[in-house]
């Protein structure tokens, strides 16, 4: 999908068409596990800087020394901190996205999963989670696995930037009974259960964490890992800082 938005923005590689020759538009197909379909456009994985959302700004600002990306993705913010002089290495599961990274400039790139990069010897100072990619957290379950993988690979007084979305502000029925139905099994509300489609491509079913900043710092009980701050100044959307303990 990646690879394909890649071909489309930029004319490189073969890109997919609506018959003839014009392009299709590469959208990213969300299914939840209650039926529900939503559709996004994939090229904001390539979106530069004067695209970007004002956390994203503000976001990079927030970093310090040496930075690992999580869900870096096309590249997009890590290609960003790279041109500013920052030592970043970009992480993504995605082999393709990993390589359109790549051929966009990105020096520095890994393609595994947290838990199997905790075992490096690399060490960093600042992880980024952004692109709502604190749902990396996934739920109460997996918070602490996660958390301390990354604690792993940290220097001392590391932290954590991430971004989060509020879900709860909604008044969509669809939305609110979602997070009634989580709730009724013991999940939180906006604990997602998600696959993602492209084409003939769908992912396993996974979950995805969207929290409200207050049921956030709960899930670091028993961490190393304390909240230092929250900057919701683009409500719903907001940017969480931790900081690494002991």
Not at 129 to 149: C, K, M, S
Not at 153 to 171: E, F, K, M, S
Not at 237 to 245: D, F, G, K, N
Request: with cysteine; hydrophobic share 40%.
């Amino acid at each position: 999908m990646v690879t394909d938005a890649y071909a489309v923005r930029t004319g490189i590689g073969p890109r997919p068409l609506a018959g003839g020759r014009v392009p299709r538009p590469v959208i990213e197909v969300i299914e939840r596990d209650d039926g529900l379909i939503n559709g996004a456009p994939a090229d904001h994985y390539l979106a530069e800087p004067d695209e970007w959302q004002p956390h994203d700004h503000r976001a990079l600002r927030l970093c310090r020394g040496h930075v690992l990306d999580i869900g870096c993705g096309a590249g997009r913010v890590a290609i960003e901190l790279q041109r500013r002089g920052v030592a970043v290495t970009g992480l993504d599961t995605s082999p393709g996205a990993v390589a359109v990274a790549r051929r966009r400039g990105l020096r520095d790139t890994v393609v595994t999963t947290v838990d199997e990069y905790a075992r490096a010897t690399a060490r960093y100072d600042t992880f980024l989670l952004l692109g709502n990619n604190l749902g990396l957290i996934e739920g109460a379950d997996r918070a602490p696995v996660l958390l301390a993988a990354l604690a792993s690979l940290a220097n001392p007084g590391a932290r954590i930037v991430a971004q989060g979305t509020d879900p709860y502000g909604t008044t969509d029925p669809v939305h609110l009974g979602y997070h009634e139905r989580n709730r009724s099994r013991g999940r939180l509300g906006g604990q997602l259960r998600l696959r993602l489609r492209y084409r003939l491509l769908a992912t396993d079913w996974f979950d995805y964490l969207v929290c409200s900043p207050a049921e956030l710092e709960p899930l670091l009980a028993g961490t190393r890992w304390r909240l230092k701050s929250i900057d919701d100044k683009d409500h719903p959307y907001y940017l969480a800082v931790m900081e690494l303990t002991g």
